[in-house]
């Protein structure tokens, strides 16, 4: 699988939510933002995750673009997933 951009905090979620770094924070920062993790960070409902299998923090695997976002609603709220516009960083 090819590498992707990782997923930091304030990045949009395809629904337009907002990456946010849940409790304990991720403490690894990428341009001064956290990196978000699967199974704890959130953006609008948890971040599922599916493509990064190697990269991890604080025992989580790290986000990456087009991970899955748990359904939260209705529309773009169904099955959305993560977004960057991040060039610089990237797992797989």
Same mark, same amino acid.
């Given at each position: 699988?090819? =590498?992707? &951009?990782?997923?930091?905090?304030?990045?949009? =979620?395809?629904? %337009?939510?907002?990456?946010? #770094?849940?409790? &304990?924070? #991720?403490?690894? $920062? $990428?341009?001064?933002?956290?990196? =978000?993790?699967?199974?704890?960070?959130?953006?609008?409902?948890?971040?599922?995750? #599916?493509?990064?299998?190697?990269?991890?923090?604080?025992?989580?695997?790290? #986000?990456?673009? %087009?991970?899955?976002?748990?359904?939260?609603? %209705?529309?773009?709220?169904?099955? &959305?997933?993560?977004?960057?516009?991040?060039?610089?960083?990237? =797992?797989?």
């Amino acid at each position: 699988m090819a =590498a992707k &951009p990782i997923i930091t905090e304030g990045d949009l =979620a395809t629904c %337009d939510h907002v990456i946010f #770094s849940k409790t &304990p924070k #991720s403490n690894l $920062f $990428f341009n001064g933002r956290r990196v =978000a993790r699967i199974n704890i960070d959130t953006a609008g409902g948890l971040i599922l995750g #599916s493509h990064n299998k190697r990269i991890f923090i604080n025992g989580r695997r790290v #986000s990456v673009k %087009d991970d899955l976002i748990e359904d939260h609603g %209705d529309d773009e709220h169904n099955a &959305p997933l993560t977004d960057t516009n991040n060039t610089g960083g990237i =797992a797989g």
